[in-house]
């Protein structure tokens, strides 16, 4: 017996328009002749009222309008009233112009002051309905009883489109618990302005003055596009008068049903957010659509990114490589909702297995490969140069060959910072295999190409998750030196641009990307400590305990002899060094081979990587 109401609800929606549209009809004709209808034009007016009121009745139902949910009705919803309105009020006006010389026409013809006030009444009677049923809607929303937990005093911080979304969602759902205070904006001209009845209080420079005044509890920061800069400011004001200080989820999260309740406190990656740099989507997904792309690495940090981002291209297949048994499982699983079984295939395999990638490339044919598997932590890799050198340069030769024996169209390396004027051997090892891709390059179809950045925010083994750890141990948090600075990039970010150079990339080229301005460490452990609620030097330790071997105090992005360029993307920059010969590179790698298999020792393997790459310094701590 449940229909019936549902039957009852829309009948009543169809009555009330026609209620309307009748009664506008009535008021036009009452306000064009004054109130004072003779015979003749009540006559005119019984005669058409139905004619003009199911006209223009179906013009409301072909544009949809009948179906249009009266308790959620926007701006958006009275262009399609407008515009059947006004075609049912265009028809009338034709039929007027090409009867109107008739003498029977004074019998039907509506006068054109009553069709142009009718369309005005009708529009204003429509749309009016359905505004005043969401104003009850929203009105019995906001009087029900709220949760048991007490209303944090809060300011809004961003008055945007996307704010008054986030205000109008506080508004309703009192169960939140926040009392809203009103806006802080960065734009000025916005002071003093109402957003669903809430007060635009001043600017984002007067955000201390305003949480003193309105003893505000709580900011809640909604400002997509604003630097890391920015964000960074806003959550030291909060610090210095003890106000909490959340990031509201921006309106992605929100319509993909991470709701306000859900809100989180100011991230590093908040801080260290940089502006938004427009790609070109149509380009990368040309470039993976409908192919078959291997990752290896996939399990890692980087290579998982570029899995998740791949799987959202429609690839023909994604395959995925993997030594570690846990990570390709976990990534696996996490692909699996998002890719059937038939696009989606995992392999356990070294990269070093010869036999393993020749079946591989063999059975999987891949048209695209993204070699992301590599060592890559500098102290232990020093104390370990024999595995450095065996996966990373090795087994990169190895997938390079069969990339080239089974044609695949491009090979792209994820490199490092750390290549550029290597101290270490993870950089050594980098640099000989961003070489290894020029060679290739000179010999074979494939376009193989490297992209080189610096460290993303909490990738596996990088500093932000050993701070955390430290963090939560009470301290003391370990800092090699006051001075040390690094890039960072977002996972997010990285394997974006990661796509975007590789779609650019026509064989040969060292892409690399631009990373900002570099952080030094110390003041990521700060950043770390507060965000965590607490005080450097007072709650949290800060402890320097010098450089790491391998470790340098700067990192470089690329080499004065790169002479690195602007490409048509302005988050990618392309080197122009030298190739590298390959005859030459090819027989030098074999003399390293050869030592790995004498099971030389580290210092003559050192020795070996500085014959490879001449600009390698091993144990330097300055940048060179």
């Known amino acids: 017996m449940r229909p019936a109401p549902l039957l009852l609800t829309r009948a009543s929606r169809v009555l009330v328009d026609l209620l309307m549209l009748g009664l506008a009809y009535l008021l036009a004709f009452l306000f064009r002749f004054e109130f004072q209808l003779e015979t003749d034009t009540a006559s005119l007016l019984l005669a058409t009222l139905p004619f003009v009121v199911m006209l223009q009745y179906m013009a409301l139902v072909i544009v949809g309008v009948p179906w249009i949910a009266w308790r959620y009705v926007g701006l958006r919803d009275m262009v399609p009233i407008l515009a059947a309105l006004a075609s049912a009020g265009c028809i009338l006006l034709v039929l007027r112009l090409a009867f109107v010389s008739l003498e029977e026409a004074r019998f039907w013809v509506v006068p054109l002051g009553v069709q142009a006030m009718d369309a005005a009444l009708a529009f204003l009677g429509i749309a009016g309905a359905r505004v005043l049923r969401r104003l009850l809607h929203e009105r019995s929303s906001r009087k029900q009883p709220a949760a048991a937990r007490p209303r944090t005093r809060t300011l809004l911080v961003g008055a945007g489109r996307a704010g008054a979304h986030v205000a109008r969602e506080i508004l309703d759902k009192p169960q939140l618990g926040i009392e809203p205070l009103g806006f802080v904006d960065s734009d000025p001209s916005q002071t003093g302005s109402r957003i669903h009845g809430l007060r635009v209080l001043g600017p984002l420079e007067e955000l201390p003055q305003i949480c003193a005044l309105t003893a505000c509890e709580q900011v809640l920061i909604h400002l997509p596009e604003a630097s890391g800069q920015t964000i960074r400011q806003i959550r030291n004001t909060c610090v210095e008068l003890g106000v909490s200080a959340k990031i509201i989820p921006d309106l992605a999260e929100l319509v993909s049903g991470q709701g306000l309740g859900e809100l989180r406190a100011v991230a590093i990656e908040d801080l260290l957010r940089r502006e938004p740099v427009e790609g070109n989507p149509e380009a990368v997904s040309a470039f993976v659509a409908g192919k078959r792309l291997l990752v290896t690495g996939a399990g890692g940090s980087i290579g998982a990114g570029l899995c998740s981002r791949l799987a959202q291209l429609d690839p023909a297949r994604l395959i995925l490589v993997e030594r570690s048994e846990s990570?390709?499982?976990?990534?696996?699983?996490?692909?699996?909702?998002?890719?059937?079984?038939?696009?989606?295939?995992?392999?356990?395999?070294?990269?070093?297995?010869?036999?393993?990638?020749?079946?591989?490339?063999?059975?999987?044919?891949?048209?695209?490969?993204?070699?992301?598997?590599?060592?890559?932590?500098?102290?232990?890799?020093?104390?370990?140069?024999?595995?450095?050198?065996?996966?990373?340069?090795?087994?990169?030769?190895?997938?390079?060959?069969?990339?080239?024996?089974?044609?695949?169209?491009?090979?792209?390396?994820?490199?490092?910072?750390?290549?550029?004027?290597?101290?270490?051997?993870?950089?050594?090892?980098?640099?000989?295999?961003?070489?290894?891709?020029?060679?290739?390059?000179?010999?074979?179809?494939?376009?193989?190409?490297?992209?080189?950045?610096?460290?993303?925010?909490?990738?596996?083994?990088?500093?932000?998750?050993?701070?955390?750890?430290?963090?939560?141990?009470?301290?003391?948090?370990?800092?090699?030196?006051?001075?040390?600075?690094?890039?960072?990039?977002?996972?997010?970010?990285?394997?974006?641009?990661?796509?975007?150079?590789?779609?650019?990339?026509?064989?040969?080229?060292?892409?690399?990307?631009?990373?900002?301005?570099?952080?030094?460490?110390?003041?990521?452990?700060?950043?770390?400590?507060?965000?965590?609620?607490?005080?450097?030097?007072?709650?949290?330790?800060?402890?320097?305990?010098?450089?790491?071997?391998?470790?340098?105090?700067?990192?470089?992005l690329f080499h004065s002899e790169e002479h690195a360029q602007r490409t048509r993307h302005p988050g990618i920059l392309v080197g122009n060094g030298a190739p590298a010969d390959h005859s030459q590179l090819w027989a030098e790698l074999q003399r390293l081979e050869e030592l790995l298999a004498q099971n030389a020792g580290a210092a003559e393997l050192r020795a070996a990587l500085a014959q490879l790459i001449p600009e390698y310094a091993p144990g330097s701590t300055e940048l060179v």
Not at 374 to 403: C, S, W, Y
């Open 327 to 556: 990570a390709l499982f976990e990534v696996t699983t996490r692909l699996k909702g998002r890719l059937g079984n038939d696009v989606l295939r995992p392999w356990l395999l070294d990269v070093t297995d010869s036999s393993g990638v020749a079946d591989l490339f063999d059975e999987e044919c891949p048209q695209v490969v993204f070699h992301a598997a590599a060592h890559k932590h500098v102290p232990m890799l020093e104390d370990f140069p024999r595995a450095a050198i065996a996966n990373n340069i090795f087994g990169t030769q190895l997938l390079a060959e069969h990339a080239a024996r089974c044609g695949v169209e491009h090979f792209v390396l994820i490199s490092s910072d750390k290549a550029v004027c290597p101290s270490s051997v993870m950089g050594a090892t980098k640099r000989v295999a961003e070489r290894m891709m020029q060679a290739c390059t000179q010999r074979h179809a494939t376009a193989f190409l490297s992209v080189r950045f610096g460290n993303v925010l909490g990738s596996s083994g990088s500093v932000v998750p050993l701070f955390r750890r430290q963090i939560a141990a009470g301290g003391p948090v370990t800092v090699t030196h006051a001075e040390m600075t690094r890039y960072f990039m977002t996972l997010s970010e990285a394997t974006r641009l990661v796509l975007e150079a590789a779609a650019m990339g026509r064989g040969g080229e060292v892409f690399i990307l631009d990373m900002g301005e570099p952080v030094r460490i110390i003041d990521l452990a700060r950043d770390l400590i507060h965000l965590s609620g607490l005080r450097p030097g007072a709650d949290i330790e800060i402890e320097i305990c010098g450089p790491r071997p391998g470790e340098k105090l700067h990192e470089a």
